[in-house]
T-cell receptor, first 114, second 115 residues
Framework: AQSVTQPDIHITVSEGASLELRCNYS??????LFWYVQSPGQGLQLLLK??????LVQGIKGFEAEFKRSQSSFNLRKPSVHWSDAAEYFC????????????FGQGTELSVKP | DAGVIQSPRHEVTEMGQEVTLRCKPI?????LFWYRQTMMRGLELLIY????????DSGMPEDRFSAKMPNASFSTLKIQPSEPRDSAVYFC?????????????FGQGTRLTVV
């Protein structure tokens, strides 16, 4: 069955520190992978996506993610966190043979300390 | 483009009442999805449409829930009768058919509270 696991429910980092949010997926074929961010009371905004090709993908707001097939992972990274990055982050796998529907992880809430 | 538009943004209703949530997808998008977000279950897909036709409604929790897409620019999610456990944020999303571009665009959501 298709699934996405985000092991960390909540992470706190200091402003200016580096960040890595973990994501593991289970999918029977080559996955389409996404990271979305949700600010309080808002919808989901796409940070970045992986379809094929280069396994290191760049996104908006200085985020990047690396697809590692051998580890079934798609971890999100940022070298220096800003206070405005505090939000909830969702990893998702897209089932392209099922209309592209998204299966989401449970989310990781990021807090940023001054 | 204004993006995916959902209405209302907030809805408070009494148990037993009918609730209708509305969505206008991005023009030209072929797929429309309804998701529900709760603390307990996270983001879960309820139903999706392709060219206005429901394809997979296996996520619809029970018969009290129904969804329609009468045309390419409008969809509704109806709950009748509503129950307190239906309280959640409901998101609509759309995406185009074009291969190589399978990201979905989300609306701002409707926060439903059933008292």
């Amino acid at each position: 069955a298709q699934s996405v696991t985000q092991p960390d429910i909540h992470i706190t980092v200091s402003e200016g520190a580096s960040l890595e949010l973990r994501c593991n997926y289970s999918y029977g074929a080559t996955p389409y992978l996404f990271w979305y961010v949700q600010s309080p009371g808002q919808g989901l905004q796409l940070l970045l996506k992986y379809f094929s090709g280069d396994t290191l993908v760049q996104g908006i707001k200085g985020f990047e993610a690396e697809f590692k097939r051998s580890q079934s992972s798609f971890n999100l990274r940022k070298p220096s966190v800003h206070w405005s990055d505090a939000a909830e982050y969702f990893c998702a796998v897209g089932a392209y043979n099922q209309g592209g529907k998204l299966i989401f992880g449970q989310g990781t809430e990021l807090s940023v300390k001054p | 483009d204004a993006g995916v538009i959902q209405s209302p943004r907030h809805e408070v209703t009494e148990m037993g009442q009918e609730v209708t949530l509305r969505c206008k997808p991005i023009s030209g998008h072929d797929y429309l999805f309804w998701y529900r977000q709760t603390m307990m279950r996270g983001l879960e897909l309820l139903i999706y449409f392709n060219n206005n036709v429901p394809i997979d409604d296996s996520g619809m929790p029970e018969d009290r829930f129904s969804a329609k897409m009468p045309n390419a620019s409008f969809s509704t999610l109806k709950i009748q009768p509503s129950e307190p456990r239906d309280s959640a944020v409901y998101f609509c999303a759309s995406r185009p058919l074009a291969r190589g571009n399978t990201e979905a665009f989300f609306g701002q959501g409707t926060r439903l509270t059933v008292v």
